[in-house]
T-cell receptor
Framework: NAGVTQTPKFQVLKTGQSMTLQCAQDMNHNSMYWYRQDPGMGLRLIYYSASEGTTDKGEVPNGYNVSRLNKREFSLRLESAAPSQTSVYFC????????????FGQGTRLTVV | GQQVMQIPQYQHVQEGEDFTTYCNSSTTLSNIQWYKQRPGGHPVFLIQLVKSGEVKKQKRLTFQFGEAKKNSSLHITATQTTDVGTYFCAGRENKLVFGAGTILRVKS
């Protein structure tokens, strides 16, 4: 049972390049989330999907787009990467949006040069 | 919008000392969750508090939820080196919003 799987684990991009971070969960969870983690800033919510077919902005959505491809998969896209998007990105899922624990992937360390 | 503030940002204690981190929300929360992240790792769920004034214990860890459901605390008794990491609270509404976390370092 893999839980939440993120790919890639590491990525270096040049400013202006685009890329998609992939996330898949095998726990039949309804809700999925994307966070970024920067030193001293904690985990900041980028986008979330409370259920399949819905997506909503979090605290820091600018510069990102998401797709809830199906119940299992929730991808995060950077259309034109900027150095300010250098961060560690975590995907998470939970059974429901309201009162269940979140399970996190191992994270993607992204550097934009 | 929903905001969760957490203090202190950083604490360095001697092994055996107690540790407390505090969490405050700008809005009333339906529930609050606590997570621990080991250095280089990902956040792992510890506990969820739902009821006003609720207190839960996990071995040396004590979690409290305030009467107004706008604040919470995590207290660790007699810290050990295995307690090292960052402790996050998270406010649970339709989305899960995290505080900035408290980094705990334990000196042996």
């Amino acid at each position: 049972n893999a839980g939440v799987t993120q790919t890639p684990k590491f990525q270096v991009l040049k400013t202006g390049q685009s890329m998609t971070l992939q996330c898949a969960q095998d726990m039949n969870h309804n809700s999925m989330y994307w966070y970024r983690q920067d030193p001293g800033m904690g985990l900041r919510l980028i986008y979330y999907s409370a259920s399949e077919g819905t997506t909503d902005k979090g605290e820091v959505p600018n510069g990102y787009n998401v797709s809830r491809l199906n119940k299992r998969e929730f991808s995060l896209r950077l259309e034109s990467a900027a150095p300010s998007q250098t961060s560690v990105y975590f995907c998470a899922s939970s059974r429901t949006a309201l009162n269940t624990e979140a399970f996190f992937g191992q994270g993607t360390r992204l550097t934009v040069v | 919008g929903q905001q969760v503030m957490q203090i202190p940002q950083y604490q360095h204690v001697q092994e055996g000392e107690d540790f407390t981190t505090y969490c405050n929300s700008s809005t009333t929360l339906s529930n609050i969750q606590w997570y621990k992240q080991r250095p280089g790792g990902h956040p792992v769920f510890l506990i969820q508090l739902v009821k006003s004034g609720e207190v839960k214990k996990q071995k040396r860890l004590t979690f409290q939820f305030g009467e107004a459901k706008k604040n919470s605390s995590l207290h660790i008794t007699a810290t050990q080196t295995t307690d090292v990491g960052t402790y996050f609270c998270a406010g649970r509404e339709n989305k899960l919003v995290f505080g900035a976390g408290t980094i705990l370092r334990v000196k042996s």
